[in-house]
């Protein structure tokens, strides 16, 4: 049989295992572990979130393909409040359906100043802002904004659907027929010349 001082001295060792299981508990359950692991559950919600919302986003019914050259004026006409959505922008000369970008290019979107006009100004010079002119012809750019101009125009074509090009005043818009392929210059970085049907 053990003796008193031992029997007291398992005892009192028994009692501090227990109070260091509690204390560890209380480590685990500490205000900043909870509140970081709040913050942690909140991140996992925000993109789980934002993962099924782009796939609802994919989900819009496609619209059919719009082909065709384009005036300043008939461009504006495409900047997402129209009801079936559609949002066009031009680029040097060229007219992209960035639809599928709706939400930064229409209405409420960060670019939505692009929703329908021409950005190409504003794309090289790194502002928010599109040109309020009939139609910009760029003359006035210096070479690394024309050179900025054509980077963004080959993300464009990569991106989005090529719809057309935009018209200067006076010029004749090309009639595309449904066998016809996309024939486009990319070297110039202005819309090439095509054949009137």
């Given at each position: ?99 599928r ?20 100004r ?25 050179e ?25 818009p ?24």
């Open positions: 049989m053990a003796s008193a001082p031992e029997t007291k001295a398992a005892e009192a060792e028994n009692i501090g295992e227990a109070s260091g299981f509690v204390n560890d508990i209380f480590k685990i359950y500490s205000p900043v572990n909870l509140l970081l692991t709040a913050f942690i559950f909140f991140l996992a919600y925000k993109i789980y979130s934002k993962f099924t919302k782009s796939s609802a986003d994919a989900s819009v019914v496609e619209l059919p393909k719009l082909r065709k050259d384009m005036t300043v004026a008939e461009l504006r006409q495409y900047d997402g409040t129209q009801p079936d959505g559609r949002v066009l922008v031009a680029v040097n000369g060229w007219i992209f359906d960035v639809t970008g709706r939400r930064f290019y229409g209405p409420g979107g960060p670019y939505a100043a692009f929703g329908g006009k021409d950005a190409s504003g794309l090289a010079t790194f502002s928010v802002t599109s040109s309020d002119k009939e139609y910009d012809d760029l003359s006035d750019l210096n070479s690394m904004e024309m900025s101009v054509k980077e963004w125009e080959a993300q464009f074509r990569e991106k989005y659907d090529l719809v057309g090009r935009l018209l200067k005043p006076g010029e004749e090309t009639n595309y027929s449904d066998e016809e392929p996309e024939d486009t210059d990319h070297s110039s970085g202005t819309p090439t010349d095509k054949k009137q049907d």
